[in-house]
């Protein structure tokens, strides 16, 4: 079984992922050869469903390239069904608070830490690495913050010991605080510093997603001190390639 038990956000290079929002297998594979460490597949805004998961996350697999799903919710049930199927990560989206973001994180422990059911699923290899699994598997568990709630909580939840880093979603945040897409605001700029400052507190990473596919912006995030940025997305990155084709007519 490929090892990517040691995917985290939390080391010493920074963490560039992807984000898939076709549900494509195709699609993963050839972004997953692109270099990224990680790949979120979109289940709040793309047309993911669980059976279509196993073959996605079988193509970043073999990569080497760690799955990661972005949820619709904080639905623990579906949490336990992702990272039973291979999910290595989650990110969780409107997060608001600390407590009910730690009850949600027990779902996707094992006792006794938590509450997650031990089942012979395909992430052990149906039962063959059961063992080694559940000794040495810990989630990587992201909340996104993408409102006001979220951003007074902001220190609390980075606080949770369950908690790997805070993630910020810059288009819904923008959309909670009056200026959807304007992520140069004083409201923006503000909630921004305080969620690195609530990061940096706890020891936990920060992140964000660079959704325009432009190297130099996600330079930028970096500079700024990002352990780990979502870049781009599938669509996104095909439409700034043929973008052009227009002035050409």
Known sequence: MKDMQKFNINGDAPSIGGWLTTF??????????????????DMEHGPADEASAPSIFMALELCGVAPVV???????????????LGAMGLIVPVTESAGAFEDFARHCLYPPVGHRGAGLSRVNKWGAFFDSYVAGFRPVLIPQIETKEGISAAASIAALECVDGLFVGPYDLSANLGAPGDFCTFEFTTAIKLIQEACKDSGKASGIHQVAPDMKALKEKLTEGYQFVAFGTDMIAMQSAFGGLSDLK
Do not use: K
């Open 24 to 41: 494509n297998p195709v699609v993963a594979e050839a972004m997953a050869i692109c270099g990224f460490d990680w790949i979120a597949i």
């Open 70 to 84: 972005r949820l619709p919710s904080a639905d623990p049930y579906l949490a336990r069904r992702m990272l039973d």
